[in-house]
């Protein structure tokens, strides 16, 4: 089955780090760019970071850059939201989600109606 899962959530305190991982089964994640987006209770899902599928380049949503941190492992086909931190605020559904993309760069362009995959979402709840 093609899928991406995610994984690494958890309840924080305020001021703590999680690291989210997102492991593609199925196809090769390294011919996918990767986002992370959230929805918190009564919000829209929201985009907070993305990187190309090479992992050059990374996009931030303003709250959370110098904070959150996008990566990948090629060879294992996963991706990573290292969260540091954390606050109240940040309390959320983390999902992940694939596209099949040759462009480097410009990841935040896509629409989320553009991605292949979106995982089923992990809970990050931070306590203040």
């Known amino acids: 089955q093609l899928k991406v899962a995610e994984s690494g959530g958890g309840l924080v305190q305020s001021g703590e780090s999680l690291r989210l991982s997102c492991v593609a089964s199925?196809?090769?994640?390294?011919?996918?760019?990767v986002a992370w987006f959230r929805q918190a209770p009564g919000n829209e899902r929201e985009r907070v970071s993305c990187?190309?599928?090479?992992?050059?380049?990374?996009w931030y949503k303003d709250s959370v850059k110098g904070r959150f941190t996008i990566s990948r492992n090629l060879a294992t086909h996963t991706a990573y939201l290292q969260m540091n931190d954390l606050k109240p605020e940040d309390t959320a559904i983390y999902y992940c989600a694939a596209i099949e993309s040759v462009r480097e760069g410009y990841c935040d362009t896509y629409s989320e109606n553009d991605y292949d995959f979106w995982g089923q979402g992990t809970r990050v709840t931070v306590s203040s």
């Open positions: 990187t190309d599928r090479k992992g050059n380049s990374a």
């Open positions: 199925g196809f090769p994640l390294n011919h996918y760019a």
